[in-house]
Nanobody, 125 residues
Framework: QVELVESGGGLVQAGGSLRLSCAAP????????MGWFRQAPGQEREFVGA????????YSTVSVKGRFTISRDNAKNTVYLQMNSLKPEDTAVYYC??????????????????WGQGTQVTVSS
């Protein structure tokens, strides 16, 4: 079992920024592909972005390109989601997830083995 601990959510005005963190203490973090997903009220959970094991490559959904940046620090067992130019439609619970095999599509929920508890992000207009 891998515990993922998220932090950094909160309330921000439109146009503002937040940085989410997801830590996996005591785990071989560099072995996992890491992803971020979000779920708005009444909506299905959706892919936000992912980062490869080494951090050399990142992927993100079209709606956040140019605004959100994913990065990781394997020495700190932590992955980050820097969110800039936030919009009210970014309001959701954000989840980080760990993919052990990294063989499936990074955009698919079913590719991930472990999930964080979620952190609320609310963007006011």
């Amino acid at each position: 079992q891998v515990e993922l601990v998220e932090s950094g959510g909160g309330l921000v005005q439109a146009g503002g920024s937040l940085r989410l963190s997801c830590a996996a203490p005591g785990r071989p973090f560099s072995r996992y592909r890491m992803g971020w997903f979000r779920q708005a009220p009444g909506q299905e959970r959706e892919f936000v972005g992912a980062v490869t094991r080494t951090g050399n490559s990142t992927y993100s959904t079209v709606s956040v390109k140019g605004r959100f940046t994913i990065s990781r620090d394997n020495a700190k067992n932590t992955v980050y989601l820097q969110m800039n130019s936030l919009k009210p439609e970014d309001t959701a619970v954000y989840y980080c997830a760990a993919d052990v095999s990294a063989t499936g599509r990074s955009t698919m929920i079913s590719s991930y083995d472990y999930w964080g508890q979620g952190t609320q992000v609310t963007v006011s207009s």
